[in-house]
C-alpha cells in the first residue's frame, strides 16, 4: 500500500527558508525511482495548485511563481523527496501536500502547514 507522509513545515518569517521531506513507502526502488513525484498546495479559500515536479530522469519543473527560490529534488535511495523552500513570502503561506502518480493512479500525502510571517 502507498503511504506518503511530508514533514518539515513550521512558521518562518519572510525571506526565510524551509526544506520540506516526503517519505513513500509501499514502493520498491525500482518503482519510486520511476515514478513521477510532485509537490502541491492548498491556501485558504484557494484551489490546490501544482508547486514543482521531478521525473523519474530528475528533471523539473515549476510554477512561475516559485522558480528561483524552491528547488525539487528526489533521493532514490530513501523514496524520499525534497522541496527546499528559500526566500519565502507570505503568499507562500500553504498547507503542501506530496503526490505520486504510480502506475497512472494519484497518491496524496496527508499535507504539512507553511505559515510564513513576522
Known amino acids: 500500500q502507498v503511504q506518503l507522509v511530508e514533514s518539515g513545515g513550521g512558521l518562518v518569517q519572510p525571506g526565510g527558508s524551509l526544506r520540506l521531506s516526503c517519505a513513500a513507502s509501499?514502493?520498491?526502488?525500482?518503482?519510486?525511482?520511476?515514478?513521477?513525484m510532485g509537490w502541491y498546495r492548498q491556501a485558504p479559500g484557494k484551489q490546490r495548485e501544482l508547486v514543482a515536479i521531478i521525473t523519474s530522469g530528475a528533471s523539473t519543473n515549476y510554477t512561475g511563481s516559485v522558480k528561483g527560490r524552491f528547488t525539487i529534488s528526489r533521493d532514490n535511495a530513501k523514496n524520499t523527496v525534497y522541496l527546499q523552500m528559500n526566500s519565502l513570502k507570505p503568499e507562500d503561506t500553504a498547507v503542501y501536500y506530496c503526490h505520486a502518480l504510480y502506475f497512472g493512479s494519484p497518491y496524496w500525502g496527508q499535507g504539512t502547514q507553511v505559515t510564513v510571517s513576522s
Open positions: 509501499g514502493f520498491t526502488f525500482i518503482t519510486f525511482s520511476s515514478t513521477v
